[in-house]
């Protein structure tokens, strides 16, 4: 899956209003032309920022994340989020945003899922928010490996979606929803039978509603509004692998020009995961040379570009190649690598993050977990602040001022880094995770009999107003809801 498509689309729609000029050239797939329609605000110094300039260096960002200047990115993401000052639930979002694209470009599926299934529970989230997370949340699940959660996912943001002014995000939803069946019928065809990983998809027919094939025919398509390149193409594309993967040799002539020198993409060259899905197409279809000459085109450092732990359909190519080669023991090595790969990511990685529910559910689904996605989005000096907090957080006596102390930093600096980089600053991180554990307690009733107060007590929380208060303002219940819920 090329997941540029789906964070330029996003990052357009978002801009679209304020910025129309950066939002075309998004769709026209030139982030490049969107960089440099907004990329003056970056000369601005702190002081020289006004009202609205949060908005063109998050645009900024984007365009830079995709044009895979990624130190670049984060820096202006960080200024992005310093020059939010006013709102805090603007911020606490963005920064959630922020670093769940960056998580998820860079394979950190986990993280990803975290960050994006804090905005889907998150109230202070517009609708429009809600759909990209949403999205974000479908994509993760997809690429673990999860497919009914990903559909789930996916039918939650096409639900909001229909409730958006501008259609073109329903038409977003609609086109990954494609490309999840899309990949799932390429890599589960009986010619890559032995593809465990994505066979697995196909126990759930959570995408397969009629062949994606059928639904890719112009007359099925329900994308009713004037689209732009970026969609038209990725279509285009989605259509010559299904062909292709079907025999079809006058499109694989079509796939290996597009897979080759088509400059379909965002940032007008061909993505590394665009190849080796043409790749296992071709390996579907029977087209063995073309196979052979694709996997070619992808260099050393794009090969090694790709996540370590998330190189199935790379290990599996690469197999299959050299056993079409006579490779045998080439073939075996590689394939023993892929086959430890699949299992470990579907035993233990896959079942760690769970589907995301409603908006506003308070299901076990969208819990707000405590996992390294907090950590990722703080500077690394800070990170040690909130090691420090997870470490001590049953403590009675935990304060601000403590965990300052222990990186050496002022209370002050404490609280301003946590507020740019959170969106929160560390005391209501504090009690927003004591509020967890406590949760948490109530839900597995371990200690039996035990009241609702005793617990809170152990987490801190000694006034049970404010532990009903707080608890509801959190989790839409009451504790004892929980209980005995």
Known sequence: MVIKIYFALAAALAAKATLPRYAAALLDGDPERAYDSVSDVSDRGSRQLIDGDEGRLLAVSDALLLLDRDEDAEQEYRRAQKACRSDDDRLRVMSCRNAGWQALKRARYFAAHSCFARIVSDDGATLEQAIEASMGVGIVHHLMGQQRHAAEALEHAAQLASEALDPLWSDTIALLTLDCAVRIEVCGSAQLADHAFWQSGRESDAFLHGSAAQRLA??????????????????????????????????????????????????????????????????????????????????????????????????????????????????????????????????????????AGSRRSTSTSTSTPTTDDIAMRLPAKYRRAYRYIVEHIAEHGLTTREVAAHIQVTERALQMMFKHSLGVSPGALIRQMRLEGIRDELRTDARGGVTVLDTARRWGVNSRSTLVKSYRKQFNESPSETLNG
């Open 218 to 355: 112009p007359e099925s398509l329900h994308l009713q509004r004037a689209r732009r390149p970026l969609i038209d193409n990725h279509l285009d594309y989605l259509r010559q692998l299904l062909a292709v993967a079907d025999g079809n040799s006058a499109a694989s002539l079509r796939l290996a020009a597009i897979a080759v020198d088509g400059a379909l993409w965002p940032g007008r060259n061909v993505p590394a995961e665009a190849r080796i899905a043409a790749v296992l197409a071709a390996l579907s279809g029977g087209f063995g040379a073309m196979a052979e000459r694709l996997l070619e085109t992808l260099t050393k450092r794009e090969m090694d570009g790709i996540a370590p732990r998330w190189n199935l359909d790379l290990l599996y190519a690469r197999a299959k190649v050299a056993a079409q080669r006579g490779h045998m023991q080439s073939a075996l090595q590689l394939y023993a690598s892929y086959s430890r790969e699949a299992l470990h990511c579907l035993r233990s990685e896959a079942v760690q993050a769970p589907a």
